[in-house]
């Protein structure tokens, strides 16, 4: 089965960019997408179709996929951007492969 | 406003059917893919199901294929997942979740989630 691998964690400072990579065999060749989950909460799309953003996504948030690796900016980060972090793709056999998800600390 | 809220969530034994609801508002539900979304305490988000705006066309994970099955009523704007033979391991919250633009693609509109414990 397709797996996208994420970092368990990533700190950054506040106003500093935080950048969280999503790796899987040829995920460039497939869109991808993020989501956001914060403590308690159901998850929010943050990032579509690679480097789309819904309405409602802070300009802060940006995406980028290429190669093997897709890649969530987050830049000018801030206290309210602590939270899990999943990507997700699409496989023959699985619609939605989620990311084993990325704990985005704001120091 | 647009809304999706779960139900039927609860402690089951080992073994034991559970029916989970989504009730949609806000939006025209037969507009879209409708899609069940899972995660254990503490875990990772973990896809279950999914079933075309007709409900003609639904797929599950291995984890879950031909104990679980999803369904909809586009007339009561609802989706459902009937749940058997349940195992410890489907200890999670169960999220229902609508695609952004009828592709099957990318889940914009999410529940709050109902919590389904398996347990003796």
């Known amino acids: 089965s397709y797996v996208l691998t994420q970092p368990p964690s990533v700190s950054v400072s506040p106003g500093q960019t935080a950048s969280i990579t999503c790796s899987g065999e040829n995920l460039g060749d497939k869109y991808g997408c993020w989501y956001q989950q914060k403590p308690g909460q159901s998850p929010v799309l943050v990032i579509y179709?690679?480097?789309k953003r819904p309405s409602g996504i802070p300009e802060r948030f940006s995406g980028s996929n290429s190669g093997n690796t897709a890649t969530l900016t987050i830049s000018g980060t801030q206290a309210m951007d602590e939270a899990d972090y999943y990507c997700q793709a699409w496989d023959s056999k699985s619609p939605f492969v989620f990311g084993t998800g990325t704990r985005v600390t704001v120091l | 406003q647009v809304q999706l809220v779960e139900s039927g969530g609860g402690l089951v034994k080992p073994g034991g059917s559970l029916r989970l609801s989504c009730a949609a508002s806000g939006f025209t539900f037969s507009d879209y893919y409708m899609t069940w979304i899972r995660q254990a305490p503490g875990k990772g988000l973990e896809w279950v199901s999914h079933?075309?705006?007709?409900?003609?066309?639904?797929k599950h994970a291995d984890s879950v294929k031909g104990r679980f099955t999803i369904s909809r009523d586009n007339s009561k704007n609802s989706l459902y997942l009937q749940m058997n033979s349940l195992r410890a391991e489907d200890t999670a919250v169960y999220y229902c979740a609508r695609d952004l633009d009828g592709s099957g693609s990318y889940l914009f509109i999410w529940g709050q989630g109902t919590l389904v414990t398996v347990s003796s």
């Open positions: 179709q690679d480097t």
């Open positions: 079933i075309s705006h007709s409900g003609s066309y639904s």
